[in-house]
């Protein structure tokens, strides 16, 4: 493979998503000046055209739109990190996770792409059985068996600027309420990682044109109770940290998915929370060339920055 230069063009999918939006500033930090964003979201895609006129913006559903194919040609790279993470039909995982990705990567193979890097997930490797989960598995293996050179990185939970889910969306819960609730013991292990960190990674795959597959997550592991207390800390929120049975928070969610259609949490994500799973930590800094930002590093860099810090994107 030619050496990517900073001149040549990059196209991201997913590229309004949290990672999108991270790796868009720090492809630009980097020096890239072609960058083709693609996304569907209808209001924080036009947010990714308004913070960065000096990029490509493309709407369109991967799944069902077309037109967006002529992008690719002349691209040396496709970045893919389109996902639909959560939700409570099946339909939604099979259009964005695997319907997008089968035709993302006829497009890229038509227009002769010559690198791919893919942003799986630690899910693959999970004990859980969700739709989040099963899809990600499919949408991994599409891509294995794509003969595009590639690289396939496994994240486990991200979090970072543009967070609208996640660990954004519990920052922001724990400031509005007087009481935020912990199910069951809170004791369940999480390996949370950077959506800096991850950008660099990506980057890095970029300029060395890494192939292969690489778990990369968090390097600390801590209980979901203290991630939630380092989070309090950080925010400087005044809610009360309360734990409450297992039983009554999944009663609580199954309530609230009554009269919200699109929940910040479900009860399939609530059951994925409290699987045992612990992700293996190999050294993608060293092998990346990178450093890993502390964890309380990279909850202030979210949460203060003042470039992006208060940047809100839509659910």
């Known amino acids: 493979m030619q050496k990517i230069a900073l001149t040549d063009k990059i196209v991201i999918t997913g590229a309004a998503g949290l990672i999108g939006q ?58 893919q990190m389109h996902a639909q993470i959560g939700g409570l039909e099946w339909s939604e995982f099979v259009d964005n996770n695997i319907t997008a990705t089968e035709r993302v990567l006829a ?97 890095a795959c970029l300029q060395q044109q890494t192939i292969g597959a690489f778990n990369i997550s968090g390097q600390t592991k801590l209980t979901y109770i203290d ?24 009663l609580l969610l199954s309530v609230y998915a009554l009269v919200d259609k699109n929940p910040p949490f479900t009860t399939k994500q609530l059951k994925a929370l409290v699987t045992p799973d612990e992700f293996e930590i190999i050294d993608w800094p060293g092998l990346f060339g990178i450093r890993a930002t502390p964890l309380d590093e990279a909850l202030q860099i979210t949460f203060h920055d003042p470039r992006y810090a208060s940047v809100a994107l839509d659910f």
């Open 107 to 203: 497009a890229a193979q038509a227009a002769d792409v010559p690198y791919l890097v893919h942003a799986s997930s630690s899910v693959v490797n999970s004990a859980a059985v969700d739709f989040y989960t099963e899809s990600k598995k499919a949408q991994e293996k599409l891509v294995a068996a794509s003969p595009i050179p590639q690289a396939i990185l496994r994240p486990t939970l991200m979090f970072g600027w543009f967070d609208r889910k996640h660990l954004g969306w519990l920052a922001r819960f724990m400031q509005r309420v007087p009481v935020f609730p912990i199910p069951g013991s809170g004791r369940y292990i999480r390996q949370p990682l950077y959506a800096g960190d991850f950008c660099a990674v990506i980057t």
């Open 22 to 79: 991270n790796l868009v500033v720090r492809l630009k930090d980097a020096g890239f000046t072609q960058i083709v964003g693609i996304d569907k979201h209808p209001t924080n895609t036009p947010a990714l055209r308004a913070m960065h006129p000096d990029i490509t913006v493309i709407q369109a559903d991967l799944a069902r739109d077309d037109g967006w194919q002529d992008s690719f040609k002349g691209a040396a790279a496709l970045i």
């Open 227 to 250: 991630l939630i207390r380092a989070i309090h800390k950080a925010v400087n929120a005044k809610a009360l940290i309360l734990r409450i049975p297992y039983g009554l928070f999944h």
